[in-house]
T-cell receptor
Framework: GDSVTQMEGPVTLSEEAFLTINCTYTATGYPSLFWYVQYPGEGLQLLLKATKADDKGSNKGFEATYRKETTSFHLEKGSVQVSDSAVYFCALSDPWSGDNYGQNFVFGPGTRLSVLP | NAGVTQTPKFQVLKTGQSMTLQCAQDMNHEYMSWYRQDPGMGLRLIHYSVGAGITDQGEVPNGYNVSRSTTEDFPLRLLSAAPSQTSVYFC???????????FGPGTRLLVL
């Protein structure tokens, strides 16, 4: 079945450092890929997404590029802030999986990021 | 437009008690789902529904029941709570055909 693997962390960085959180996936067909963010005590919010190969999703200074050749969707940010401290989830939905036309999501385990001032 | 709402925010139960976690959305989404979030496990799908009157099991359905009588509401029932059901529960919805999932704020459940 489909799966998502991501570095679990925790990741601790100083403010203004460069961030990379790796995410790789296994899927039957051509999934859409997502990054969600969860701030303390809150639900998950969509951070960015990409629906086809070579698409780049971007939001709030975060970027991720859909790489079909390496089955990856790594999250990057050039200069992190204390307010970026959260848990980040990589996820996919795969309309080819036979699993209800891709409306079921598969999530990675999440990566906890702590940014120190 | 409230999005996805969940009640209660926090609940303590004793083993064997029953309760219903409420979830509602006002986006007219056909697809709704329930997840549980446990440390180191990410999110695991409990049950989902593709529309009123239609529900199906996810990855970890045991101990939970659902029903979908309206498009808006998708309650999750624990018939006889167990300590293993201590978790944070999230409800989510998506429009028909897939796309972004929208999450509620979560219900934190402690079973003693």
């Amino acid at each position: 079945g489909d799966s998502v693997t991501q570095m679990e962390g925790p990741v601790t960085l100083s403010e203004e450092a460069f961030l990379t959180i790796n995410c790789t996936y296994t899927a039957t067909g051509y999934p859409s890929l997502f990054w969600y963010v969860q701030y303390p005590g809150e639900g998950l919010q969509l951070l960015l997404k990409a629906t086809k190969a070579d698409d780049k999703g971007s939001n709030k200074g975060f970027e991720a590029t859909y790489r079909k050749e390496t089955t990856s969707f790594h999250l990057e940010k050039g200069s992190v802030q204390v307010s970026d401290s959260a848990v980040y989830f990589c996820a996919l939905s795969d309309p080819w999986s036979g699993d209800n036309y891709g409306q079921n999501f598969v999530f990675g385990p999440g990566t906890r990021l702590s940014v120190l001032p | 437009n409230a999005g996805v709402t969940q009640t209660p925010k926090f609940q303590v139960l004793k083993t064997g008690q029953s309760m219903t976690l409420q979830c509602a959305q006002d986006m007219n989404h056909e697809y709704m789902s329930w997840y549980r979030q446990d440390p180191g496990m990410g999110l695991r799908l409990i049950h989902y529904s593709v529309g009123a009157g239609i529900t199906d099991q996810g990855e970890v359905p045991n101990g939970y029941n659902v029903s979908r009588s309206t498009t808006e509401d998708f309650p999750l029932r624990l018939l006889s709570a167990a300590p293993s059901q201590t978790s944070v529960y999230f409800c989510a919805s998506t429009r028909t055909g897939g796309g972004t999932q929208y999450f509620g704020p979560g219900t934190r459940l402690l079973v003693l």
